[in-house]
């Protein structure tokens, strides 16, 4: 359905003086800016991806790629067998898009009159039109909006419909970038449940960006994440969570503050793991998972130099595995 094949893109960004003007326009200085350095990747009929990664990491880069919004400079894209940027008009008819950053609706508009202009431009027949905008009301709530300018909506109400504008041609690729950036709580929830139910219910295909981990988690199997401009990782969650759960998190309270050196810690905590936080008397450990066993070991050996009033083990968050993986990137 998506298919992605070693994918660039590289930003030419003309140098400013410090007066202000373009030194290219003189001395032709350029800042070349790799966005994205050779991604591939294929998405099936049907899934929700996941697409994550830093600030700055090419996210959106790759979403607009998708759009035929912007030409790869090198590899190709196919999306249900259409190149986006040739065939810009084709693919616009068979993808959604929202951008969490930037409405696509007319501004000036009551909601209804650009959802309107949208029927037109898609060409979508008046009961298909009825029955859709009757569901998207049912899902987002939309009702009481429609009668007003886009500009005077709250950006909850305005993600709401963008969303339903960014359906009423019912695409089967849905490109969701940052799209709840902002919300409050129950309209993210809102929101997300409605795309998990696009998703199971009538099977469309999304590819998702955020930087929120919970709701990558809570809506995705898949997730692709990528640094740099290159993919570090494109897999299933679940997947990615077993390789890191060979390690556990082990949280010790002791009864006083910790003296690393003066007890001898250190020495049994390099030997066991690796420390991710000291804060007065609570230590913080990645161990080796070797079973209850080795972390029994752990506990003892330091119960002899000093007294553990607490303790917990905890397998690894997706968030933690995240940042792990991020922290090591940048090393
Ligand atoms: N139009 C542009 N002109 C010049 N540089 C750009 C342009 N768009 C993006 N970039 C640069 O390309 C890199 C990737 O940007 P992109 O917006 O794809 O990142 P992102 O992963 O979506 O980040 P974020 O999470 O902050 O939205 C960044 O260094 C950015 O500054």
Redesign the pocket.
Known sequence: MIEVDNITKT?V?PVKRDDGFFKSLVSREYIY?E?VKGISFFVNKGELVGYI?L???????TIKMLCGILNPDTGSIRVNGINPFKNRRENNMNIGVVFGQRGQLWRDLPVQDSFILLKKIYNVADEDYKRRIQFLDNMLDIGELMKIPVRKLSLGQRMRCEFAGSLIHWPDVIYLD?PTIGLDILTKKRVLSFVKELNEQYQKTIIFTT?NMHDIEDLCDRVILIDKGLIMYDGKIQELKASYNKQKVLSITFRNVIELDKQNLLEIVERFGQIKDIHNNNLILHIEDGGIDNIRHVLDKMNEICVITDYSISSFKFEDIIENIYLQESK
Do not use: D, L
């Open positions: 930003f960004i800016k966005a990664g600030n700055g990491a090419g996210k959106s880069t940052e930087h």
